[in-house]
C-alpha cells in the first residue's frame, strides 16, 4: 500500500473521530482549524488503536499553556510492574506525510524528553500535566521503567540520537519512534490480517526468556500423567482452562512466535470451539486434540508434584485452542470460570526441544488433520518477514503464509502469494527454467534435499522490488499467451518461463543502446514502464525473443552446437530491431505479444480483474 493511499485511510478516521467527539473542548477551541482538529484526533485514534482506551480525556495532557508532551499514563504490565508512557506526537498533513522527519522535530522531542528525566521541566498553565509530570517524576526516582514514544505521521529516519539517547538512559528507559511506516504494518496486521499487532502501550515479555510455572491437573494419587524419555524428554499432561488464559494474558501472542500459524482472531473454527466450552464443557476433552508446546530442558517432575517451571515455553501447536479457551475465560463470571475450571480438562504435550528441524517437523506432523505447505513451515523466517514488510510500501502484498489475509482489502491492492512471488523470481531474477519438479522443491531447504530452491530464492540479497518486477514480467507473459492460446488452439502457456528466463538478458543489451547508464538497474526501469502502462518496449523484447527462439530450432542454428542461453547471451542486437521488429516480423510469424488495450488492463492488474484481490496464476 503506498504511503499516500494508507494516509487517505488514516486522514478518513481522523475525520471520524473529530465528528465523533464533537463536543469535546480542544475540538471546539479549534473549529476554525482542521489541521489542529486533526492534530488532537491523531492523538486519539492512536490511543484507541494501540491501547483499546476509550476515555481518552483522562490520558492526554496536551492542552493550554503546554506545548510539550500530549500523553502521560501509567499501566501495570503483565507482572505487576507499573510503567510509565509519554508520548509526543506529530501530525503531518498528506504532502508532508511521504517525507522523512525533520530532524528539528525528533531534536526537540528529544531534548523535551531528556529534561523531564533530568527533573529540569518546569510546571506550565494545565494542571493536568503538571500533575502527571510530578507523578513521573516520583516514579523516575524510584527507578521505575519509563517508556518515551515519538509518535510522527511521516517516515522515520535514521538517527543516532535516539541510539544515544537509548545508551545513556536505559535499560529502565527507553526511545521508542513510531513512524507511519509501523503504523501501517500494525493497521495491516489488525484489519486485514486479523493479527493482533505488537501493541507500543504494553510491555510484553517474551515467555522463551523467563522461568514460567505451570499447574498441572491430578486426579490420582500415583501420578495421573505420562512420561517419555527417548530420544527426547516429553509429558503429557491435564490442565485446567486458568493456566491457558494466564499464559494468554501475560505473553499474549508471543506465545506462538515459534508456530507457523497465529490463531485466527475471527473463524468458523473459533465459534466452533467457543460453543462447545461454553454449552458442553465436559466433551471438550473429547472433541479436542489439545496443545503441543516445547521448552529448552525438562525437569524431573515427581508424580506427587502438581507445579514446576521450565524456560522457552511456546506452544506450537494448538493456538487456536489456546484463542478459543482464552475469550470464552475472559467473558465468563466467577461462578462459569469455576465450573470451567472443574470440568474442562485440556491436554499438554510439552516436549523438549530438539533443534529447529525437529521442532518444525513435530509441527508438520501434529497439523496432519489440517495440513500445512511447505511455505507455510518458512512464514516466520526473518526473510518472509522482511519481504512482506517491503511489500506494505506497494500495492502488492506478499502473502508468507496461506490465507493469513482475511480481511476486506482495500482498492487497488493485490495479494501475492509468495509461492508465485517465488517461480516469477527463479525464473526472471536468477534466469533458471522450471519445470514441475522445481516447483516442488521451492520451499524446500537445501538441508532436507540436495535440489531444495529455498536458500538459493530467499537469502538477504532477495529484494521485493527485485521480486515485483519479476511477477509484472511473469503476469504479462502468461496473460499473453493463455489469450494466444485460447484464439488460435496453440499450446504455448509451457513456453513463459523461456519468455521470462531470456527477459533480462536482452532487455539489459537494449539498455546498453538506448539508456546505459540504465543498463544496471533493469528492474527499476521495467516497474515504472508497468506503473506507467507502456507497455509497449516490453512486449517488443517478449516478441523478440519468441522469434529468436523459432530461428534457433532451424537447422542452420542448431548446427552451431549452442545452448539457448548462450545464443542469448552471446548475441550482438541492434535496438531498432526491438523497437520496429512489428514490421521486420508481422508478416513471418504472428504477433503473439503485439500490445492490445484490450488486453492491458488485464496485464496490468486493474482493480477489477479479481474481486477477491488475489494473485494466483490461475487468476492472472
Same mark, same amino acid.
Given at each position: 500500500?503506498?504511503?499516500?493511499?494508507?494516509?487517505?485511510?488514516?486522514?478518513?478516521?481522523?475525520?471520524? @473521530?473529530? /465528528?465523533?467527539?464533537?463536543?469535546?473542548?480542544?475540538?471546539?477551541?479549534?473549529?476554525?482549524?482542521?489541521?489542529?482538529?486533526?492534530?488532537? $484526533?491523531?492523538? *486519539?485514534?492512536?490511543?484507541?488503536?494501540?491501547?483499546?482506551?476509550?476515555?481518552?480525556?483522562?490520558?492526554?495532557?496536551?492542552?493550554?499553556?503546554?506545548?510539550?508532551?500530549? !500523553?502521560?499514563?501509567?499501566? /501495570?504490565?503483565?507482572?505487576?510492574?507499573?510503567?510509565?508512557?509519554? !508520548?509526543?506526537?506529530?501530525?503531518?498533513?498528506?504532502?508532508?506525510?511521504?517525507?522523512?522527519?525533520?530532524?528539528?522535530?525528533?531534536?526537540?522531542?528529544?531534548?523535551?524528553?531528556?529534561?523531564?528525566?533530568?527533573?529540569?521541566?518546569?510546571?506550565?498553565?494545565?494542571?493536568?500535566?503538571?500533575? %502527571?509530570?510530578?507523578?513521573?517524576?516520583?516514579?523516575?526516582?524510584?527507578?521505575?521503567?519509563?517508556?518515551?514514544?515519538?509518535?510522527?505521521?511521516?517516515?522515520?529516519?535514521?538517527?543516532?540520537?535516539?541510539? +544515544?539517547? =537509548?545508551?545513556?538512559?536505559?535499560?529502565?528507559? /527507553?526511545?521508542?519512534?513510531?513512524?507511519?511506516?509501523?503504523?501501517?504494518?500494525?493497521?495491516? &496486521?489488525?484489519?486485514? %490480517?486479523?493479527?493482533?499487532?505488537?501493541?507500543?502501550?504494553?510491555?510484553?515479555?517474551?515467555?522463551?526468556?523467563?522461568?514460567?510455572?505451570?499447574?498441572?491437573?491430578? #486426579?490420582?494419587?500415583?501420578?495421573?500423567?505420562?512420561?517419555?524419555?527417548?530420544?527426547?524428554?516429553?509429558?503429557?499432561?491435564?490442565?485446567?482452562?486458568?493456566?491457558?488464559?494466564?499464559?494468554?494474558?501475560?505473553?499474549?501472542?508471543?506465545?506462538?512466535? %515459534?508456530?507457523?500459524?497465529?490463531?485466527?482472531?475471527?473463524? $468458523?473454527?473459533?465459534?466452533?470451539?467457543?460453543?462447545?466450552?461454553?454449552?458442553?464443557?465436559?466433551?471438550?476433552?473429547?472433541?479436542?486434540?489439545?496443545?503441543?508446546?516445547?521448552?529448552?530442558?525438562?525437569?524431573?517432575?515427581?508424580?506427587?508434584?502438581?507445579?514446576? %517451571?521450565?524456560?522457552?515455553?511456546?506452544?506450537?501447536?494448538?493456538?487456536?485452542?489456546?484463542? $478459543?479457551?482464552?475469550?470464552?475465560?475472559?467473558?465468563?463470571?466467577?461462578?462459569?470460570?469455576?465450573?470451567?475450571?472443574?470440568?474442562?480438562?485440556?491436554?499438554?504435550?510439552?516436549?523438549?526441544?530438539?533443534?529447529?528441524?525437529?521442532?518444525?517437523?513435530?509441527?508438520?506432523?501434529?497439523?496432519?488433520?489440517?495440513?500445512?505447505?511447505?511455505?507455510?513451515?518458512?512464514?516466520?523466517?526473518?526473510?518472509? @518477514?522482511?519481504?512482506?514488510?517491503? +511489500?506494505?510500501?506497494?500495492?502488492?502484498?506478499?502473502?508468507? #503464509?496461506?490465507?493469513?489475509?482475511?480481511?476486506?482489502?482495500?482498492?487497488?491492492?493485490?495479494?501475492?502469494? =509468495?509461492?508465485?512471488?517465488?517461480? $516469477?523470481?527463479?525464473?526472471?531474477?536468477?534466469?533458471?527454467?522450471?519445470?514441475?519438479?522445481? #516447483?516442488?522443491?521451492?520451499?524446500?531447504? =537445501? /538441508?532436507?534435499?540436495?535440489?531444495?530452491?529455498?536458500?538459493?530464492?530467499?537469502? &538477504? #540479497?532477495?529484494?521485493?522490488?527485485? *521480486?515485483?518486477? +519479476?511477477?509484472?514480467?511473469?503476469?504479462?507473459?502468461?496473460?499473453?499467451?493463455?489469450?494466444? &492460446?485460447?484464439?488460435?488452439?496453440?499450446?504455448?502457456?509451457?513456453?513463459?518461463?523461456?519468455?521470462?528466463?531470456?527477459?533480462?538478458?536482452?532487455?539489459?543489451?537494449?539498455?546498453?543502446?538506448?539508456?546505459?547508464?540504465?543498463?544496471?538497474?533493469?528492474?527499476?526501469?521495467?516497474?515504472?514502464?508497468? &506503473?506507467?502502462?507502456?507497455?509497449?518496449?516490453?512486449?517488443?523484447?517478449?516478441?523478440?525473443?519468441?522469434?529468436?527462439?523459432?530461428?534457433?530450432?532451424?537447422?542452420?542454428?542448431?548446427?552451431?552446437?549452442?545452448?539457448?542461453?548462450?545464443?542469448?547471451?552471446?548475441?550482438?542486437?541492434?535496438?531498432?530491431?526491438?523497437?520496429?521488429?512489428?514490421?521486420?516480423?508481422?508478416?513471418?510469424?504472428?504477433?503473439?505479444?503485439?500490445?492490445?488495450?484490450?488486453?492491458?488492463?488485464?496485464?496490468?492488474?486493474?482493480?477489477?480483474?479479481?474481486?477477491?484481490?488475489?494473485?494466483?496464476?490461475?487468476?492472472?
Amino acid at each position: 500500500m503506498l504511503t499516500k493511499d494508507f494516509y487517505q485511510i488514516i486522514d478518513q478516521e481522523l475525520s471520524e @473521530i473529530i /465528528k465523533k467527539y464533537s463536543d469535546d473542548e480542544m475540538i471546539k477551541k479549534h473549529y476554525k482549524s482542521e489541521d489542529n482538529q486533526k492534530s488532537y $484526533a491523531f492523538l *486519539i485514534w492512536f490511543l484507541e488503536f494501540y491501547g483499546k482506551k476509550t476515555d481518552y480525556v483522562h490520558y492526554i495532557t496536551d492542552g493550554p499553556g503546554d506545548n510539550s508532551c500530549d !500523553i502521560i499514563f501509567d499501566a /501495570k504490565d503483565t507482572r505487576g510492574k507499573i510503567i510509565y508512557y509519554v !508520548i509526543q506526537s506529530k501530525w503531518n498533513n498528506e504532502k508532508n506525510a511521504e517525507k522523512n522527519i525533520v530532524g528539528t522535530d525528533l531534536g526537540y522531542a528529544i531534548s523535551d524528553f531528556t529534561t523531564m528525566l533530568r527533573g529540569n521541566k518546569q510546571p506550565t498553565e494545565n494542571d493536568n500535566f503538571n500533575n %502527571k509530570l510530578t507523578e513521573l517524576s516520583e516514579h523516575i526516582r524510584n527507578n521505575g521503567f519509563v517508556k518515551f514514544i515519538f509518535l510522527a505521521l511521516c517516515q522515520e529516519r535514521i538517527d543516532d540520537n535516539v541510539n +544515544s539517547f =537509548n545508551q545513556e538512559f536505559g535499560p529502565h528507559i /527507553k526511545l521508542k519512534f513510531i513512524d507511519i511506516n509501523r503504523i501501517k504494518h500494525d493497521y495491516i &496486521e489488525h484489519k486485514y %490480517k486479523q493479527i493482533k499487532p505488537a501493541n507500543p502501550l504494553e510491555h510484553t515479555y517474551k515467555p522463551e526468556d523467563i522461568l514460567i510455572e505451570l499447574e498441572v491437573t491430578r #486426579r490420582k494419587n500415583n501420578g495421573d500423567f505420562v512420561r517419555i524419555d527417548k530420544p527426547f524428554d516429553a509429558y503429557i499432561f491435564l490442565v485446567k482452562s486458568s493456566l491457558i488464559f494466564n499464559l494468554f494474558e501475560e505473553f499474549s501472542f508471543s506465545l506462538f512466535f %515459534k508456530n507457523v500459524r497465529n490463531p485466527i482472531i475471527n473463524s $468458523a473454527i473459533n465459534e466452533q470451539i467457543e460453543k462447545t466450552l461454553s454449552e458442553n464443557p465436559a466433551y471438550f476433552w473429547y472433541y479436542n486434540n489439545g496443545i503441543t508446546a516445547i521448552v529448552d530442558s525438562l525437569p524431573k517432575i515427581s508424580k506427587l508434584a502438581n507445579k514446576f %517451571k521450565v524456560y522457552g515455553f511456546q506452544i506450537i501447536n494448538g493456538a487456536q485452542t489456546v484463542y $478459543a479457551i482464552h475469550s470464552v475465560y475472559k467473558n465468563a463470571s466467577p461462578r462459569e470460570r469455576e465450573k470451567m475450571d472443574n470440568e474442562i480438562f485440556i491436554t499438554l504435550r510439552l516436549l523438549k526441544s530438539g533443534g529447529k528441524n525437529f521442532d518444525l517437523q513435530v509441527t508438520r506432523y501434529t497439523n496432519s488433520q489440517n495440513p500445512i505447505s511447505d511455505r507455510d513451515f518458512h512464514a516466520n523466517d526473518d526473510v518472509q @518477514i522482511r519481504l512482506q514488510q517491503e +511489500s506494505f510500501k506497494t500495492k502488492f502484498w506478499y502473502e508468507k #503464509r496461506e490465507g493469513e489475509f482475511r480481511g476486506k482489502i482495500p482498492k487497488g491492492i493485490k495479494i501475492v502469494p =509468495n509461492k508465485i512471488c517465488a517461480e $516469477a523470481y527463479l525464473v526472471y531474477e536468477l534466469q533458471e527454467g522450471l519445470n514441475d519438479d522445481k #516447483r516442488n522443491l521451492l520451499f524446500v531447504s =537445501n /538441508k532436507e534435499h540436495p535440489n531444495g530452491l529455498y536458500e538459493k530464492i530467499f537469502n &538477504e #540479497r532477495t529484494k521485493f522490488r527485485d *521480486i515485483l518486477c +519479476s511477477i509484472y514480467l511473469y503476469s504479462m507473459c502468461l496473460k499473453t499467451l493463455e489469450e494466444h &492460446e485460447e484464439k488460435n488452439r496453440e499450446p504455448l502457456l509451457s513456453h513463459c518461463p523461456m519468455y521470462l528466463q531470456y527477459f533480462k538478458i536482452i532487455f539489459v543489451k537494449y539498455l546498453e543502446k538506448t539508456e546505459p547508464k540504465r543498463k544496471n538497474n533493469p528492474n527499476q526501469k521495467i516497474i515504472e514502464l508497468f &506503473e506507467k502502462e507502456k507497455f509497449g518496449i516490453l512486449s517488443n523484447v517478449f516478441y523478440f525473443i519468441g522469434v529468436h527462439f523459432y530461428e534457433f530450432n532451424t537447422t542452420v542454428i542448431k548446427e552451431k552446437n549452442e545452448t539457448l542461453l548462450e545464443y542469448f547471451t552471446n548475441m550482438e542486437i541492434n535496438a531498432r530491431d526491438i523497437d520496429h521488429i512489428y514490421v521486420w516480423y508481422d508478416k513471418k510469424y504472428p504477433p503473439i505479444f503485439k500490445p492490445n488495450q484490450d488486453s492491458l488492463d488485464d496485464l496490468n492488474l486493474s482493480d477489477d480483474y479479481h474481486p477477491d484481490n488475489y494473485l494466483g496464476l490461475d487468476d492472472i
